[in-house]
């Protein structure tokens, strides 16, 4: 359990890294959206047979990396609409 939240740390940082622009997620944040790209990741490489959900492989750590990133730029634009819709009213 440890090592899947250590892997969510790398795998969140490495989505911060390659989304383009300023983030302005937390830690918490980014271990939570690399948390689910890790498992979104791990299902895929399941569905594939490549691996389980849980086992350190290249295609799940990438399509977890891949995921993490569309969910890093999901997460930022959600919160650049709520705070223009903040600053309006």
Do not use: Y
Request: no cysteine; proline share 1%; net charge positive.
């Amino acid at each position: 359990m440890i090592g899947f939240i250590v892997a969510g740390l790398i795998i969140g940082g490495l989505a911060r890294l390659f989304t383009p622009g300023k983030q302005r997620l937390g830690l918490l944040a980014t271990l939570l959206l690399g948390l689910a790209g890790s498992v979104i990741g791990g299902t895929v490489a399941n569905l594939l047979g490549t691996g389980g959900i849980f086992e350190l492989n290249i295609l799940g750590f990438i399509v977890a990396v891949i995921a993490s990133v569309m969910l890093v730029g999901t997460a930022e634009s959600i919160s650049a609409r709520n705070k223009r819709s903040i600053t309006k009213n």
